[in-house]
């Protein structure tokens, strides 16, 4: 167990009893506990496996190749469109956690048994998604950006596009843009700091 686990949940403003039953039955299945990305998150022999977090309307737990689980109890959702390998299951409660704990560790079983088995994801190419225009200007007008962003790992260069993307408004979008500018100019990906 890790200590740094134990602050989230103590601090998190709602889903504590659910993020402290989902943290059990994890642990419960010799998964490594530790911090990532601001939450806790679960591991395999170093290979992140699920993860937990509460948000506004709803809590859950994700799995990073969720899309390999055959979801025999229909309980994986994607979090996006875009979204290519993580799955979750939200909960609103914690009598459906208790309720579904024996068919959450057989996804966690099988999740592990993927990567035992070297099981891969396909991935889109970077290529096949749309940069938004307003970015796309900016690569074309700043080689010293174009170089930057080339240069991320393919996920981190999704990351970016899709937030750009998500922005429905031109003033949204050439603001997003701008504030992550220097960050992609650093070589970190969108989730390393949280100033976009």
Not at 31 to 41: D, F, M, N, V, Y
Not at 68 to 92: N, P, V, Y
Not at 123 to 134: G, K, L, Q, S
Request: charged share 30%; with cysteine.
């Amino acid at each position: 167990m890790d200590p740094r686990v134990d602050a989230f949940i103590q601090k998190a403003v709602k889903w504590q009893e659910e993020l402290s039953l989902m943290r059990s039955f994890l642990l419960e299945c010799g998964l490594r506990e530790e911090i990532k990305w601001g939450s806790p998150c679960y591991t395999w022999q170093g290979v992140n496996i699920a993860g937990i977090r509460g948000f506004k309307e709803h809590c859950a737990l994700w799995f990073f190749k969720g899309v390999l689980l055959k979801d025999e109890a229909s309980l994986l959702i994607s979090s996006g469109e875009e979204t290519q390998a993580m799955r979750q299951i939200r909960f609103t409660d914690s009598e459906r956690i208790v309720k579904l704990t024996p068919a959450l560790k057989s996804y966690v079983f099988e999740a592990i048994e993927a990567e035992k088995a070297g099981l891969k994801v396909e991935y889109r190419n970077t290529a096949d998604f749309d940069i938004p225009v307003e970015f796309q200007q900016k690569l074309d007008t700043f080689p010293e950006l174009k170089k930057a962003f080339t240069g991320l790992t393919p996920g981190r260069q999704r990351d970016y596009i899709r937030h750009f993307a998500d922005a429905k408004q031109l003033k949204t979008r050439e603001s997003r843009i701008e504030k992550c500018i220097p960050q992609i100019l650093e070589g970190k990906g969108l989730n390393d700091k949280y100033i976009c």
